[in-house]
């Protein structure tokens, strides 16, 4: 089952890595991910991952525990992973 898991964390140099390993060391598949911030900003990782209701609540408790790592939301009902609305604009072109 897909999860979507939305962390806010500093962005230093192998955050990126630790979350993966996290996700690596539980066996839990990531399907699509989306990074936006800048060096030595807040970073928004959004996370869209194969785990169980189980497996999903485990990963959130270990992300928590890593220190660059502010928030992790709790995505309550699954969905496709889509990067967010406010970084893609579609303009129709009329003749």
């Known amino acids: 089952m897909e999860q979507v898991f939305e ?3 500093n962005h230093v140099p192998g955050m990126l890595a630790r979350v993966e390993s996290i996700f690596r060391r539980q066996r839990a598949a990531i399907r699509g991910f989306f990074l936006e911030g800048g060096e030595g900003s807040a970073a928004h990782l959004t996370i869209t991952a194969e785990a169980s209701s189980d497996v999903a609540n485990l990963l ?4 928590m525990r890593l220190v660059d790592v502010h928030a992790v939301a709790d995505s309550s009902q699954t969905r496709a992973f889509a990067p967010p609305e ?6 129709e072109k009329t003749a």
């Open 86 to 91: 406010s970084s893609f604009t579609f303009k």
């Open 60 to 63: 959130r408790k270990q992300l």
């Open 7 to 9: 962390i806010t964390a």
